[in-house]
């Protein structure tokens, strides 16, 4: 499919409305589109299994059964050529969609930096034939889209990185360790792979020893084959070309355990791929933009990492 009808059908599908950012001074614009003009990979056909989405005070917190997935692109009053694609966690059970996804989009507007929320599908044997590479195909559609769109959105192609919270960190290390798996067949060479990811509270290992059983259990179900615990342990597919990375991770989570950021930290550095990490002493799981406490200083590092990089 060439790039002026991917255009077309981005246009004919769009829909778009506007709304404030966190940045009183700035107005971001909000455009819906489905991640998918093709078929969707790996799908099966199932009209019982709906969407649900969880609501306070009007305002969508949450989704789960997700099974048509979609791009929610956020675009800055003023682009800065940057753009990061963001997996909102929920242990792949469901999608954090508001503290994860639409309050992160909103900060890094207010950074002038184009913001993707995706809702990716999540791992279902009643929607995939192999729940364990959906997520991932959606990731991997989602960067080809946006770097093959990024004259559209007024992005530099090569300053697209990833954002992942919890199991969502999962799924951006996974797509920083497995872009080049061919995990559905493309219609071009455009590359999956981030220029840069930053891990925040990420689930990286599916070992017994620090995984998150939740997240392993809804991924790759309840008794997992070795290859596919080897597999989907990010921490052992890390190799010289992986994106540098920022870390971050709270040294009292209860949830996903520190060691998953160090385990990953330590790959990185034994393949000599750049990487920075943070533990804050208090924080525990899934603290979003931070809580009261250290935590709450993790986006002023990660502004002057992205600084650091040239991406702000």
Not at 141 to 163: D, F, S, Y
Not at 205 to 232: C, V, W
Not at 238 to 255: E, G, Q, W, Y
Not at 292 to 307: N, P
Request: hydrophobic share 35%; net charge positive; proline share 5%.
């Amino acid at each position: 499919m060439n790039s002026k009808l991917i255009n077309k059908n981005l246009l004919h599908f769009s829909i778009i409305f506007f709304i404030l950012s966190l940045n009183s001074n700035c107005i971001a614009q909000v455009e819906i589109i489905p991640l998918w003009t093709t078929p969707i990979p790996n799908e099966i056909k199932n009209t019982e299994y709906q969407e649900n989405k969880v609501y306070k005070d009007t305002i969508l917190q949450s989704v789960t059964n997700v099974s048509v997935p979609t791009l929610t692109v956020y675009k800055p009053k003023k682009a800065n050529g940057t753009a990061i694609l963001i997996f909102p966690g929920g242990g792949y059970d469901h999608l954090s969609i508001l503290k994860e996804g639409k309050k992160i989009a909103q900060w890094l507007n207010s950074l002038e930096i184009t913001a993707f929320v995706l809702k990716y599908r999540l791992p279902s044997d009643k929607i995939m034939n192999d729940k364990s590479i959906g997520p991932l195909q959606d990731a991997q559609g989602a960067m080809r889209l946006i770097r093959r769109n990024a004259n559209t959105w007024n992005i530099n192609p090569n300053k697209i990185g990833v954002i992942g919270f919890s199991a969502g960190g999962h799924l951006a290390a996974l797509l920083s360790t497995h872009y080049n798996e061919n995990t559905y067949p493309k219609s071009d060479t455009i590359s999956a792979r981030p220029d840069f990811s930053l891990l925040i509270y990420p689930v990286i290992s599916m070992k017994n020893e620090i995984g998150h059983k939740s997240s392993r259990n809804y991924l790759l179900g309840e008794n997992p084959t070795d290859e596919a615990i080897q597999k989907f342990s990010c921490e052992l597919s890390v190799n010289k070309d992986t994106p540098p990375t920022f870390l971050v991770h709270a040294a009292n989570d209860k949830s996903v355990p520190v060691e998953n950021s160090i385990v990953y930290f330590l790959a990185l550095k034994k393949n000599n791929a750049p990487a920075e990490m943070h533990v804050y002493e208090n924080g525990g799981h899934g603290f979003g933009l931070g809580v009261q406490g250290t935590s709450s200083h993790w986006t002023d590092d990660c502004i002057r990492w992205l600084k650091s990089c040239h991406y702000l």
